[in-house]
């Protein structure tokens, strides 16, 4: 093995001290939700605040890093659920496969869920950066309808009639920088369940479903397929959600 240099050295412990930060930040996150203060993020690692601000020039920059992170880590589930389909032609079982891992990571994280799909932080505002990681669970539900569509297995959508102005703002999301082979009028009922998928989830992780819904897990799987359904994709097989930890009830949730 090298010896390694200085400057790599140096490098090293930057990148462990970032992450050692953000861990923290997430803490907080779980305990105060986005009123992020790097004040107390410092005291909590035993640093002065002027030290932590050699790693993120302010509260903001550190947000950012947080929704880049979460953004990519539901990608990265969602793309992994995708891939272990291994027919590539079951578009349904696809679609319900990215679907659960969306889920189930929200369940898992339920503060990063927050902080991505919940309500914005005041003063906040998402650099370019963020758009990026934040399309790409979006991509995977693209990549489904692509390969339908050049399979010739979806059909029905061609007969859907679009407002002018709705069709002009979807038709540049299927530029090759975005959502390249999905027409446009099939990208409006996928924008639909897309939408479907995470209110349902936010519904859930929000506390929504307290006192209306005894089993969410079966819920959601049914309103999943019937996404699948209105997309064209089929009819996945059956199978569960895993039921989540119970929780307490939610303020301002439904009674």
């Not at 189930?104 to 990026?132: C, F, K, M």
């Not at 929000?206 to 009819?235: C, K, S, W, Y």
């Amino acid at each position: 093995m090298g010896r390694m240099t200085a400057p790599s050295l140096r490098a090293r412990v930057r990148a462990e001290m970032i992450e050692e930060i953000k861990s923290a930040a997430r803490r907080h996150l779980a305990a105060d939700g986005a009123n992020l203060s790097l004040r107390a993020v410092a005291r909590e690692l035993g640093m002065v605040s002027s030290a932590l601000y050699r790693y993120f020039a302010s509260r903001d920059d550190l947000l950012t890093a947080l929704i880049i992170d979460a953004y990519n880590v539901l990608g990265e589930a969602a793309e992994r659920a995708d891939a272990t389909v291994t027919d590539r032609t079951d578009l349904a079982g696809r679609w319900l496969a990215v679907c659960h891992a969306v889920r189930g990571w929200a369940l898992a994280n339920p503060h990063e869920y927050a902080l991505i799909y919940g309500s914005p932080v005041p003063g906040y505002r998402a650099p370019q950066d963020t758009v990026g990681p934040a399309s790409r669970p979006t991509l995977v539900l693209g990549a489904i309808l692509r390969d339908g569509v050049a399979a010739g297995r979806l059909s029905g959508w061609e007969h859907d009639v679009l407002p002018r102005g709705v069709a002009a703002d979807l038709r540049r999301l299927t530029g090759p920088d975005a959502l390249p082979g999905v027409p446009v009028k099939l990208l409006a009922r996928g924008m639909a369940a897309w939408i479907q998928l995470f209110g349902t989830v936010s519904f859930e992780l929000f506390g929504r479903f307290i006192n209306v819904l005894d089993d969410p897990a079966a819920f959601f799987d049914l309103q999943m397929r019937r996404t699948a359904a209105q997309l064209g994709l089929g009819t996945p097989p059956s199978r569960r959600s895993p039921r989540p930890p119970r929780r307490g009830r939610t303020p301002g949730a439904s009674s």
